[in-house]
């Protein structure tokens, strides 16, 4: 019934940025926190950035200074800017967000994950 479609992957050189979008569809009440993961093969997924209800963020220590998270809650939206990439930073990008569907408790939803890959 909810879906949540990611885009704005692609191939980008050291130093480059790129932009990731996250829109979540369906019969949404409230949409509570909102946030951008990764993984890379062989590694573990992990949280990179997140945003609450009232727009406080939390950033993890490797991306401090160079990503940025940002949420539009008219448009069920959460946004990813990603500045001076590294080639650490290659990895599938995957959303999520807490949702609350009417007449339903809250439950944790995944998007689909995109590919972001930073080589010369």
């Known amino acids: 019934q909810l879906q949540l479609v990611e885009s704005g992957g692609g191939l980008v050189q050291p130093g480059g940025s790129l932009r990731l979008s996250c829109v979540a569809s369906?019969?949404?009440?409230?949409?509570?926190?909102m946030g951008w993961y990764r993984q890379a093969p062989g590694n573990q997924r992990e949280l990179v950035a997140s945003?609450?209800?009232?727009?406080?963020?939390y950033y993890a220590t490797f991306v401090k200074g160079r990503f940025t998270i940002s949420r539009d809650n008219a448009k069920n939206t959460v946004d990813l800017q990603m500045d001076g990439l590294k080639p650490e930073d290659t990895a599938v990008y995957y959303c999520?967000?807490?949702?609350?569907?009417?007449?339903?408790?809250?439950?944790?939803?995944w998007g689909q994950g995109t590919q972001v890959t930073v080589s010369s």
């Open positions: 369906g019969n949404i009440f409230r949409i509570y926190g």
């Open positions: 999520k967000m807490t949702i609350n569907l009417r007449d339903t408790r809250t439950t944790e939803y």
């Open positions: 945003i609450n209800s009232n727009y406080g963020t």
